[in-house]
């Protein structure tokens, strides 16, 4: 439910329960009074015309005996004082308009001007008049000895009508209806608002110790809290996921740092050892001293590829990789890599076999930099793991054309890649279990470098192999076509 509508709910039941719930008061409260006590709570007639039907019949029994009894004062206090119990008074007038007795406690002079004239009912029992001055009254007409008329009247004021005990049984009912509505309304609003705000707090409070395991429940959550949940988890799960990437990259930076010292003393202990091997005379003939400098000149190469390898990478990292796209033509760019590659193979004593099955003419939108950077990574796996021992290690560059696009394919006789790591080769920092344990251990980046490459070239790329017999690099660049221009469709669109 959203805040909104929580909001207007909460409101309008503020008001509309304790209404409710007063009105049930009221009627409950009045409807014990009205049959467990004396006094009615509301106003009733009938009630107070028995009272005054009871004490007219006495006074007419006693006006038999005595026709002048009504000008005795202490007959008038009597009765008044029977009436004042019921809430009420007496007041007796004579010849017309002469208040002879007044049993209030107040001189209410207005409201003897207002009193009904002599023989305004049918007889001595006239009706109940409603006055201005909110009075109930009953008059009893009677002549004395001497002829003279005169009228009684019981006057009850309205305000005495309802029960004092009632004020204050509704008062102590209202107080517990608005207890009960506050209590109501503040667990309500408790359990929708401030219990989920306060479990959000203590799971921002988690997230702020770096704890990303602590999750909220929000099936039953709608509105604002459960978009406010929803939105934590959400947050939550990018979190872990960005601390665990994190710790992923920091771990592989360590294995990269570590991988490379690797790589880079190797090297640098062959150089040295050679160069102290030429300084000392220790190669004394002119072949073993060419041999020397070959084998330094190689080492230097390796140190220089893992360099760039690691200043591409950085490049990478950054997505910053410079392109320098331009035509290209397949048949002479490739042979021209084979025959870079091929002098540096035949150094190793590695046989390299090259096939083009393209057109001469095929043309491929690549930058020579980077696509011989390709090569020259996948070339120098194949060599670092290829593992023979007896002599005969053999690489094959194939071209195949494939209609819309070229397929390069550059294929190893060395030990294989198992199957279940076929699919990871790719991944940055990732190493087959056997060159985990090889002595040639790689900084893990350059499969991972010549993926991008590709794909930034619009390609694809991927690999097969058989363990014990080889592994094949596939990659597939997209032909270029030169863009129609005129011709018969032109024409007859201009004509």
Same mark, same amino acid.
């Given at each position: 439910?959203?805040?909104?509508?929580?909001?207007?709910?909460?409101?309008?039941?503020?008001?509309?329960?304790?209404?409710?719930?007063?009105?049930?008061?009221?009627?409950?409260?009045?409807?014990?009074?009205?049959?467990?006590?004396?006094?009615?709570?509301?106003?009733?007639?009938?009630?107070?015309?028995?009272?005054?039907?009871?004490?007219?019949?006495?006074?007419?029994?006693?006006?038999?005996?005595?026709?002048?009894?009504?000008?005795?004062?202490? /007959?008038?206090?009597?009765?008044?004082?029977?009436?004042?119990?019921?809430?009420?008074?007496?007041?007796?007038?004579? &010849?017309?308009?002469?208040? &002879?007795?007044?049993?209030?406690?107040?001189?209410?002079?207005?409201?003897?001007?207002?009193? =009904?004239?002599?023989?305004?009912?049918?007889?001595?029992?006239?009706?109940?008049? /409603?006055?201005?001055?909110?009075?109930?009254?009953?008059?009893?007409?009677?002549?004395? &000895?001497?002829?003279?008329?005169?009228?009684?009247?019981?006057?009850? &004021?309205?305000?005495?009508?309802?029960? =004092?005990?009632?004020?204050?049984?509704?008062?102590?009912?209202?107080?517990?209806?608005?207890?009960?509505?506050?209590?109501?309304?503040?667990?309500?609003?408790?359990?929708?608002?401030?219990?989920?705000?306060?479990?959000?707090?203590?799971?921002?409070?988690?997230?702020?110790?770096?704890?990303?395991?602590?999750?909220?429940?929000?099936?039953?959550?709608?509105?604002?809290?459960?978009?406010?949940?929803?939105?934590?988890?959400?947050?939550?799960?990018?979190?872990?996921?960005?601390?665990?990437?994190?710790?992923?990259?920091?771990?592989?930076?360590?294995?990269?740092?570590?991988?490379?010292?690797?790589?880079?003393?190797?090297?640098?202990?062959?150089?040295?050892?050679?160069?102290?091997?030429?300084?000392?005379?220790?190669?004394?003939?002119?072949?073993?001293?060419?041999?020397?400098?070959?084998?330094?000149?190689?080492?230097?190469?390796?140190?220089?590829?893992?360099?760039?390898?690691?200043?591409? /990478?950085?490049?990478?990292?950054?997505?910053?990789?410079? /392109?320098?796209?331009?035509?290209?033509?397949?048949?002479?760019?490739?042979?021209?890599?084979?025959?870079?590659?091929?002098?540096?193979?035949?150094?190793?004593?590695?046989?390299?076999?090259?096939?083009?099955?393209?057109?001469?003419?095929?043309?491929?939108?690549?930058?020579?930099?980077?696509?011989?950077?390709?090569?020259?990574?996948?070339?120098?796996?194949?060599?670092?793991?290829?593992?023979?021992?007896?002599?005969?290690?053999?690489?094959?560059?194939?071209?195949?054309?494939?209609?819309?696009?070229?397929?390069?394919?550059?294929?190893?006789?060395?030990?294989?890649?198992?199957?279940?790591?076929?699919?990871?080769?790719?991944?940055?920092?990732?190493?087959?279990?056997?060159?985990?344990?090889?002595?040639?251990?790689?900084?893990?980046?350059?499969?991972?470098?010549?993926?991008?490459?590709?794909?930034?070239?619009?390609?694809?790329?991927?690999?097969?192999?058989?363990?014990?017999?080889?592994?094949?690099?596939?990659?597939?660049?997209?032909?270029?076509?030169?863009?129609?221009?005129?011709?018969?469709?032109?024409?007859?669109?201009?004509?």
């Amino acid at each position: 439910m959203r805040l909104k509508t929580k909001l207007t709910i909460t409101a309008v039941t503020m008001v509309l329960l304790p209404l409710f719930l007063i009105t049930m008061a009221f009627i409950l409260i009045g409807g014990i009074m009205n049959e467990g006590n004396t006094k009615n709570l509301i106003y009733d007639n009938t009630r107070y015309m028995r009272i005054a039907d009871d004490i007219f019949e006495k006074i007419s029994q006693d006006i038999s005996s005595n026709p002048d009894i009504l000008t005795d004062s202490a /007959y008038l206090d009597k009765i008044n004082e029977e009436v004042l119990m019921e809430g009420g008074y007496v007041i007796v007038r004579q &010849s017309g308009d002469i208040i &002879s007795y007044n049993g209030s406690s107040n001189d209410d002079n207005d409201l003897t001007l207002i009193l =009904p004239e002599y023989g305004s009912g049918p007889d001595h029992l006239s009706g109940f008049f /409603y006055n201005d001055e909110k009075k109930l009254i009953r008059q009893f007409d009677f002549t004395l &000895s001497d002829g003279t008329n005169g009228s009684l009247f019981i006057v009850f &004021s309205l305000q005495t009508l309802i029960a =004092p005990e009632f004020f204050g049984y509704m008062f102590v009912a209202m107080c517990a209806i608005l207890l009960l509505t506050s209590l109501i309304l503040t667990a309500w609003t408790r359990s929708g608002i401030f219990k989920p705000l306060g479990e959000l707090n203590v799971a921002m409070q988690k997230i702020k110790d770096g704890n990303f395991d602590y999750r909220l429940n929000d099936s039953m959550e709608k509105g604002e809290i459960g978009e406010m949940y929803r939105n934590y988890e959400d947050m939550r799960l990018r979190l872990k996921e960005s601390a665990q990437e994190k710790l992923e990259h920091e771990q592989q930076n360590k294995e990269l740092i570590r991988n490379i010292s690797h790589d880079l003393k190797t090297p640098i202990t062959t150089i040295r050892g050679y160069a102290e091997g030429l300084m000392e005379g220790v190669a004394t003939t002119p072949e073993k001293q060419q041999k020397y400098l070959k084998t330094i000149y190689n080492k230097a190469n390796d140190m220089n590829n893992l360099i760039n390898e690691l200043t591409l /990478y950085s490049s990478i990292d950054n997505n910053r990789i410079p /392109y320098n796209f331009r035509k290209l033509n397949v048949a002479d760019y490739f042979g021209d890599c084979v025959e870079e590659v091929g002098m540096d193979m035949e150094g190793r004593g590695i046989k390299l076999n090259y096939s083009n099955l393209t057109a001469p003419d095929t043309i491929v939108i690549a930058d020579p930099e980077q696509l011989k950077r390709v090569i020259n990574n996948i070339v120098s796996n194949s060599v670092k793991y290829m593992d023979r021992n007896d002599g005969h290690g053999q690489i094959d560059i194939r071209i195949l054309d494939e209609v819309d696009s070229i397929r390069i394919e550059i294929e190893d006789n060395g030990r294989g890649i198992a199957q279940k790591d076929l699919a990871n080769i790719f991944e940055r920092f990732y190493r087959t279990d056997s060159s985990r344990n090889s002595k040639h251990q790689g900084s893990g980046i350059g499969l991972s470098i010549v993926k991008k490459i590709i794909e930034d070239h619009g390609g694809y790329i991927w690999a097969t192999s058989h363990e014990g017999e080889g592994t094949t690099m596939h990659f597939v660049l997209r032909k270029y076509t030169e863009p129609v221009t005129g011709g018969y469709d032109e024409q007859n669109t201009n004509s």
